[in-house]
């Protein structure tokens, strides 16, 4: 049985759909795709995440937000919810309604099961069309765990892994500090079953 072929949807109408909408989408290049919900342990780790970095950015040019930010890629026509985002001003957004920002200079996203391929590879790649981007935190969300990749000058990137809870992340793009074990205070890790 042949399947019919979804339409097509330019940025705008994405747009004025996602705006009116009850739930989150995504855009990739003419596609919208329904964001599943977040667990308990994502939630809090994106809130700390977002709550430390707003508390370092104060008196500062640039912001930390969470989800409800989009982000645009005109690049690879492509609208993502990252987990926190941090931009510097002065801000770039689509539009009059400030609600989509076009370029970001820290990105922090909690991996899950279902996206943590997405986040690693095609998100990434991306995100790494922003002009203004230069680091890249993938937190996990089943163990203390964080890969942090940060832009050189010569355009090549530098990855780093972390799973011990005393390690600080210095995010040098925006001068902040994240020590891993703190953003996982609350978080309730999966017990092993015999």
Not at 76 to 104: H, I, M, N, S, W
Request: proline share 4%; with cysteine; aromatic share 10%.
């Amino acid at each position: 049985m042949a399947t019919q072929a979804l339409p097509h949807l330019s940025v705008q109408q994405y747009l004025e759909i996602e705006r009116a909408a009850e739930f989150r989408s995504e855009y990739i290049d003419g596609q919208m795709y329904a964001m599943a919900s977040g667990s308990r342990n994502h939630a809090l780790i994106a809130m700390e995440i977002g709550a430390s970095l707003n508390r370092q950015l104060r008196g500062k040019p640039c912001a930390a937000a969470g989800s409800d930010l989009r982000l645009y890629s005109k690049q690879e026509k492509t609208l993502t919810y990252p987990d926190t985002v941090v931009f510097c001003e002065p801000a770039q957004f689509l539009d009059g309604d400030r609600d989509t920002l076009t370029d970001a200079t820290v990105i922090v996203e909690v991996l899950s099961k279902s996206t943590q391929n997405y986040d690693r590879g095609d998100k990434f790649r991306t995100y790494r069309t922003l002009p203004s981007f230069v680091e890249y935190l993938l937190l996990a969300q089943n163990e203390i765990r964080a890969e942090h990749h940060v832009r050189q000058p010569d355009g090549t990137w530098v990855f780093r892994e972390s799973k011990a809870p005393d390690t600080q992340i210095y995010l040098a793009a925006i001068g902040c500090t994240l020590t891993l074990g703190e953003l996982y205070e609350r978080v309730e890790f999966p017990t092993a079953q015999n």
